[in-house]
């Protein structure tokens, strides 16, 4: 049994067809990466994935738990969770209370008000924005606003996160630390899906691509054997390339 199984998934937007019977499934310690050009469907099966999109065919199976028809909150506590393509912190409240908040959904945790300070110091640390939870995220640099969201979704105690475009809008520097980081949660014993539109981040972190195009699967193999395919180098002719 594979950790996720997503089997034959199929997302319409009434008449668009955004991910059309697309099958792939995950290993518990793997990190896969999941590429396409832009508008392939990625965001979507993510969505999919976490209960924010209605599944309009196929089934995820997540620990061998039929997930397909569970709300947010109930696939989060069961161990999943998503760092959104768009940073979306809560501007009012310094990056501590932007992390607490995502303790809440946990209903323990939510009984005692939410995770104690010494929790999300280190989920801060984690992800090196330990030194910066007094401040707001409007006074943050793009990367560090990207990390913060990193921090909320570690702060669920996922098994299984889901990384959209992390590594976009940074330089090389921060790129190389990022995808440092996400070795080391892997060392954790994270299991992780990130998400890119092209190879560029990908190549030296993942152990696996599967490819989407127009919400299709394409190929599925090494980044090497990825980085050769020719019907993926076709794909991204029209882009801005693999
Ligand atoms: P990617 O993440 O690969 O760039 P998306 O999953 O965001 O692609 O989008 C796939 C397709 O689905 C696009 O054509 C997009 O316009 C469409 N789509 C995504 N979300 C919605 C939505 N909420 N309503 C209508 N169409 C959507
Ligand atoms: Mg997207």
């Known amino acids: 049994m594979s950790l996720l199984e997503v089997d034959g998934l199929t997302k319409k937007f009434g008449g668009l067809v955004a991910v059309d019977d697309f099958s792939f499934d995950v290993e518990e310690g793997e990190i896969v990466g999941l590429i396409g050009p832009n ?3 990625k965001s979507t099966v993510f969505n999919c994935i976490m209960g924010l999109y209605d599944v309009t065919d196929g089934s995820i199976t997540f620990n061998g738990d039929d997930i397909t028809d569970d709300a ?25 209370g932007n992390i607490k908040l995502f303790t809440l959904p946990n209903s323990i945790r939510s009984f005692y008000g939410g ?6 110091y280190e989920y801060a640390a984690r ?9 707001m995220p409007s006074e943050l640099p793009h990367a560090d606003v990207r990390r913060l969201e990193i921090a909320k979704s570690l ?16 330089n090389q520097a921060e790129i190389a630390e990022l995808a440092d980081q996400i070795e080391g949660f892997r060392e954790e014993g994270m299991t992780m899906i990130v998400v890119d539109h092209n190879m560029g981040g990908l190549m030296e972190l ?9 919400g299709d699967f394409l190929a599925e193999g090494t980044p090497e054997e990825i980085a050769e395919n020719e019907r993926v180098q076709e794909a991204y002719l029209a882009g801005e390339g693999l």
């Open 39 to 41: 508008g392939s469907g």
């Open 155 to 170: 702060a669920t105690e996922p098994e299984l996160m889901l990384l959209d475009e992390p590594f976009a809008g940074m």
């Open 206 to 214: 993942v152990d696996r691509i599967v490819v989407l195009n127009n």
């Open 127 to 135: 992800i090196d924005i330990e030194d910066k939870l007094h401040e």
């Open 115 to 120: 995770a104690s300070e010494e929790e999300i």
């Open 72 to 96: 947010t909150h109930e696939v989060v506590n069961k161990g999943l969770s998503r760092v959104s393509q768009e940073s979306n912190p809560i501007q009012e409240m310094p990056v501590a």
